[in-house]
């Protein structure tokens, strides 16, 4: 299951799906011109092209009208969405068993993947055991769930579902199935309009004024009627295509969460329990049919005709994961809450360890080092999109080794403002009392405190843990208001720029907390494909592969050469010639190289990373400069990298500016 290769199978359905579009309008427009033509007596013989014309313009600006105005109303991402379906954002900071149970396996398999962590909403008024991802891009994902879901699941059960919906946020389905919602919606609008005619009609009073004149109030019916009928064909129409876009896609997220947990037995165990429970996967809300083929199971019941169903049979699915299920369902009764909250991973540290020194002892076990091999970064490259139980067990320990009281610090709007600015703030005193003239000046009191007090508690951690410690913030930044969003980030740009230099840490910080906020406050939009073919970005390729080849040694060095060199052999096992040009190293212009990469093709990011990745290993073994540095890249052009390795204080990259 190749990331870039879902990725480009994502953008592949997207053009499925305007084909088939095209094809149910054109449909419609001949069925309606068919209508018209023989409610006017064919007066112009069988092919009238202005009757034609007219009904075509109609009929399209109609169902285009309809589709753009879903469209709009969705464009606030996933969010919008559950906020539709009757959803609940869930704080950041409850405290609920149930609810801080989800939120812990949410916040673990977003560290995991090497995303940030999703908004969660909850279902609170439906039983039914069901759950969807939804959003434009990872940035402004949400995690939506049932009240059923949470509560009927153990934690395995949950944490197979929770890894089935990230796979949907992986594999690129989230943009698609928010086009598919207003696709359809735009083939329902004929029968809206029908109904509207209908009622109207119904409430007119009868009679003609000439007798060789059609009844308004019978012409009215007969309108409402066809066009009644040609939207519950489009409703066809968009029940067809979601089938053909989304069951395939059930099963390789399925088989994806088997491969996150190594456990079938979690996403197993939940679709069993929907089969065995009394309220099965239905859901109450008038919204749930345009939003049925992003569930994680039939919210619609079953269907007349199976070809309609937006989800393969419950049996089949359970089949695939557990090959040797006899055919019983289970008893589903609500367990005790207090049995199923919690970690998978005990959260008291070894004896003689504090919290943080066993947290660190268990993640170095699970694959951490104070020093990464070329071999594990390989590793993880390898695995973009596609984490493992090894990287949910060391996002777990990476999580656990965030004290608890810091981490209720990160759900809190303010504290995890104050969070952010800590991780910037510098050891030296003397760029240290630059930066807190800076925060007097443009912030309160408390939040200095704050950040002051979080900056000494987090000297000398690893920069995966400091990366864990943004992750977990995000969703209580992303519940800033606009205003309050664009003065964290004019004092973040400031607090950077106070001692004149900015290192690759800051680098990268300023680039995570940009990609995943500003799409949140409508400061950009989901990045179009403009970029097909490497030999497009050739010049900026060569500023990314400058800035790895300027961490392995000087320019003109054997260590910069031998980078540069793995790079270019790299590409060119693809078949890409590429001759880097020689230059200092700038960042702005490695923003803007990697922003120009973020609007290229899946195919041309990879061999981008491939290419980096090349640069890195090329000495045997990868430095924390450099793995900031790969992840950063990765994560701006909307690849996650897996966490690896271990950097300490000390191996804090040298400024570059």
């Not at 009392?433 to 200095?448: C, G, K, P, Y």
Request: aromatic share 6%.
């Amino acid at each position: 299951m190749d990331f870039f290769q879902n990725q480009d199978d994502a953008r592949r359905r997207t053009r499925r799906l305007l084909v088939l579009f095209a094809a149910s309008v054109a449909a419609i427009i001949v069925l309606l011109y068919l209508a018209a033509g023989f409610a006017t007596g064919w007066k112009q013989g069988l092919l009238d092209w202005k009757l034609l014309g007219t009904v075509a313009a109609l009929s399209a600006g109609t169902i285009g009208l309809g589709s753009g105005y879903k469209t709009l109303q969705l464009s606030a991402g996933g969010s919008a969405l559950a906020q539709d379906l009757g959803g609940r954002a869930l704080d950041p900071d409850t405290t609920h068993p149930d609810e801080r149970r989800l939120l812990n396996i949410v916040e673990e398999m977003a560290l995991a993947s090497g995303l940030p962590v999703p908004a969660v909403w909850i279902m609170d008024d439906e039983e039914g055991i069901n759950a969807f991802a939804a959003g434009h891009t990872p940035s402004d994902a949400v995690v939506g769930v049932t009240r059923g879901c949470m509560r009927a699941l153990s934690r395995d059960e949950l944490q197979g579902v929770i890894a089935h919906e990230f796979s949907h946020i992986l594999n690129g389905d989230m943009r698609l199935n928010l086009r598919l919602i207003g696709v359809v919606h735009g083939l329902l609008v004929m029968a809206i309009l029908g109904r509207i005619l209908l009622r109207f009609a119904a409430e007119m009073r009868g009679g003609r004024s000439n007798s060789k004149e059609m009844d308004p109030r019978l012409a009215l019916l007969l309108g409402g009627a066809v066009l009644l009928g040609l939207g519950y064909l489009g409703v066809f129409f968009g029940n067809l295509i979601k089938a053909a876009i989304s069951r395939q896609r059930e099963f390789l997220a399925d088989a994806s969460a088997v491969q996150f947990t190594r456990n079938p037995d979690s996403i197993g165990g939940a679709l069993l329990k929907i089969g065995g429970y009394s309220y099965g996967s239905q859901l109450k809300s008038p919204k749930t049919e345009e939003a049925s083929h992003m569930m994680f199971c039939n919210a619609m019941g079953n269907h007349l005709v199976a070809a309609l169903s937006t989800h393969p049979p419950l049996e089949d699915r359970i089949k695939a994961i557990l090959p040797h299920w006899d055919g019983t369902w289970p008893t589903v009764s609500l367990p005790d809450i207090a049995a199923r909250s919690g970690r998978s991973l005990p959260a008291t540290p070894p004896p003689g360890a504090d919290a943080i020194g066993g947290t660190m002892a268990r993640f170095a076990a699970v694959g951490g080092a104070n020093r990464v091999t070329a071999a594990q970064a390989q590793t993880a490259i390898g695995r973009i999109g596609q984490p493992t139980h090894e990287e949910i067990a060391a996002a777990v320990a990476l999580s656990e080794g965030i004290p608890a009281d810091l981490q209720a610090v990160l759900r809190d709007s303010g504290g995890a403002q104050a969070g952010i600015f800590a991780v910037v703030l510098s050891d030296d005193p003397g760029a240290r009392a630059r930066e807190e003239t800076v925060l007097s000046s443009l912030t309160d009191q408390h939040t200095i405190a704050t950040a002051s007090g979080i900056a000494g508690r987090i000297h000398g951690w690893h920069s995966a843990q400091l990366i864990a410690m943004i992750d977990l913030a995000m969703p209580a930044l992303r519940g800033l208001t606009p205003a309050e969003y664009g003065r964290f980030s004019h004092i973040l740009s400031q607090l950077i720029a106070a001692d004149g230099q900015m290192d690759l840490f800051e680098f990268m910080l300023q680039k995570i907390v940009r990609r995943n906020l500003d799409l949140v406050f409508r400061r950009t939009t989901p990045p179009g494909i403009e970029v097909r073919r490497f030999h497009e970005v050739k010049a900026e390729a060569g500023e990314i592969l400058g800035a790895f080849a300027s961490l392995s040694g000087a320019p003109g060095s054997a260590a910069h050469q031998r980078s540069l060199k793995a790079a270019v052999q790299s590409l060119s096992a693809s078949g890409i010639a590429f001759e880097p040009v020689p230059a200092p190293v700038a960042l702005d212009r490695i923003d803007a190289a990697l922003d120009r990469f973020d609007r290229a093709v899946p195919s041309v990011k990879k061999q981008l990373i491939l290419a980096c990745a090349a640069a890195v290993f090329s000495d045997g073994q990868v430095s924390s400069n450099e793995a900031e540095l790969l992840r950063a890249v990765a994560d701006t052009i909307g690849c996650p990298v897996p966490p690896y390795g271990i950097s300490s204080a000390a191996d804090r990259p040298a400024p570059l500016l």
